[in-house]
């Protein structure tokens, strides 16, 4: 018999359960809501995606989902809870354990103790005995600092986008080379304003940074090549996006400043026609909410890794799901962890939502811009391999020179 989807979410479906095809968690978040007549409100105009891995970021639009696809209120039964009955008899039953085999309880203040001993047991379990939680975001914390020393250094661009991903190893594992990077540095020393020949500097600066940060990833180095080439054609203009919003300076306000100083106004004063401006949009959708967040550089890391990890890349293949998938499975709950850890629960858990969807909202910026650059390519014409190559999925020719920064 083939498998069943749930028509809520996607997961596997159980059974019919209120009339639909549903999976276990969804029949008891509807089971839940009906019981306990539970209101829902959402930030997001109503319109938040409803799929098996962000299922809960939002339980006012799962919940319209549920009436929409057509769950039943009427066959929800008040006060049957068979599972919580059978478990409070099953622990009636039970003989009690001594006090020294009783685990720790953990209280809501050790939510934001720092220390992960507690808060983290769960991710500890996910990522194996061979790195902990604090390690495993200790390495991901270094890694970034190095990423950030190479954007901002002058580097060489690589020749092709294969070649990049045929390097097995990555230069932000090469001290010695990243240690020759640290001087000089790009410094903000004063503002200009940032012509398009900048900004495609910096999308092709951070496509390079890309290349490299990914093959960080042991999930990453395990898939086959065409697998490495859809994450990365799927990524890599959000990757873009968000390595603006995050890392520019707030120095200028209303503004989006690259290391250099160049600035993006909100209404820049170049031609606008067919292509859109997206700086409003960054601005308004992704710079200001990361900041009223107050986003970490940890959960920015973790955010980052979780959104390179989908599933629905275009091109994935079904061994690159799996892989995928398990890579997506270890990094989102060390993100809510994260998020939980300077936070009250409440808090924790919207502020991990509101980060969650933002991803919808990255991936419709990146596709506006993305379509900016198809036509700017079409009428005006630009010279950034690495952008044809990963942004626009073209092929250049092979005696296209490599680019120096400068």
């Not at 354990?97 to 769960?122: E, F, G």
Request: glycine residues 4%; charged residues 25%; positive net charge.
């Amino acid at each position: 018999m083939d498998a069943v989807d749930c028509l809520v979410c996607g997961d596997a479906a159980s059974g019919v359960h209120y009339g639909v095809d549903s999976c276990n968690g969804c029949r008891t978040f509807f089971r839940r809501c009906v019981d306990k007549k539970l209101h829902f409100e959402c930030r997001n105009n109503s319109s938040c995606p409803i799929d098996k891995s962000i299922r809960n970021a939002c339980r006012a639009c799962r919940l319209k989902k549920c009436l929409l696809v057509g769950m039943d209120v009427r066959c929800v039964q008040p006060n049957r809870h068979y599972v919580t009955y059978s478990r409070r008899i099953s622990a009636l039953r039970r003989p009690l354990p001594s006090s020294d085999a009783l685990p720790p309880i953990a209280s809501v203040n050790q939510v934001h103790d720092p220390a992960p001993t507690k808060a983290c047991l769960s991710i500890q379990l996910s990522l194996g005995s061979s790195e902990n939680y604090s390690d495993f975001v200790g390495r991901m914390l270094a890694i970034e600092q190095k990423a950030q020393i190479l954007r901002k250094s002058t580097i060489e661009n690589y020749e092709s986008l294969m070649e990049a991903v045929l390097r097995q190893t990555s230069r932000l594992d090469d001290d010695e080379f990243i240690a020759k990077l640290s001087y000089p540095q790009m410094v903000c020393s004063n503002f200009q304003l940032c012509f398009p020949s900048h900004m495609y500097f910096w999308a092709t600066r951070d496509l390079t940074v890309l290349l490299e940060w990914v093959k960080t990833f042991d999930g990453y180095q395990d898939l086959l090549l065409t697998d490495k080439l859809a994450l990365l054609k799927s990524f890599a203009q959000i990757y873009s996006v968000l390595e603006m919003a995050f890392y520019s300076a707030d120095t200028v306000p209303d503004t989006l400043v690259f290391p250099d100083g160049s600035v993006v106004v909100r209404d820049p004063p170049f031609p606008k026609k067919p292509m859109r401006v997206v700086a409003p949009l960054i601005l308004d959708k992704i710079y200001t909410p990361l900041r009223m967040l107050k986003v970490s550089a940890a959960e920015y890391v973790l955010f980052k890794a979780v959104l390179l990890f989908n599933i629905d890349a275009e091109g994935l293949s079904a061994s690159g799901r799996v892989v995928t998938e398990a890579q997506r499975k270890r990094l989102q709950p060390a993100l809510r962890t994260e998020m939980l850890k300077q936070r009250a629960v409440e808090d924790g858990f919207n502020a991990y939502s509101t980060l969650l969807l933002m991803g919808a909202t990255l991936r419709q910026i990146a596709d506006i811009r993305t379509n900016n650059m198809l036509m700017k390519e079409v009428f005006v014409g630009f010279d950034a391999r690495l952008i044809k190559e990963l942004l626009l999925d073209r092929p250049c020719s092979d005696d296209y020179s490599s680019t120096q920064f400068k």
